[in-house]
């Protein structure tokens, strides 16, 4: 069964920097393909917006309002995205999930999947 944990949630200062993880497990790398990897949120009242997303390759893809504070990463190997978060805001206050595309190799299709969510919380 396919599972994606996130961790590294939490509440900080505004300014202050936080960096998530999420892993994913339960993929046998012979019959799967982890493709697009990405990070959304949701904040109370409010839809879920993609936040940044990040490629097999390494091509990457911001939301505007994270632009030059945020930065996605993956190792393939470790089947592993981050997602660095700097000068934080209370606007960046929300429940951020890890999102991925998976894709079964000998006929292509692809399912998507979500982890369980993480909260960050940026406050004084």
């Known amino acids: 069964q396919v599972q994606l944990v996130e961790s590294g949630g939490g509440l900080v200062q505004p300014g202050g920097s936080l960096r998530l993880s999420c892993v994913v497990s339960g993929i046998s790398g012979s019959i799967f393909s982890i493709n697009t990897m990405a990070w959304y949120r949701q904040a109370p009242g409010k839809e879920r917006q993609l936040v940044a997303d990040i490629t097999t390759g390494g091509t990457t893809k911001y939301a505007d309002s994270v632009k030059g504070r945020f930065s996605i990463s993956r190792d393939n190997a470790l089947k592993t995205v981050w997602l660095q978060m700097n000068s934080l805001k209370p606007e960046d206050t929300a429940l951020y999930y890890c999102?991925?595309?998976?894709?079964?190799?000998?006929?292509?299709?692809?399912?998507?999947?979500w982890g369980q969510g993480t909260q960050v919380t940026v406050s004084s």
């Open positions: 999102h991925a595309k998976v894709v079964r190799l000998y006929d292509g299709t692809s399912r998507y999947y």
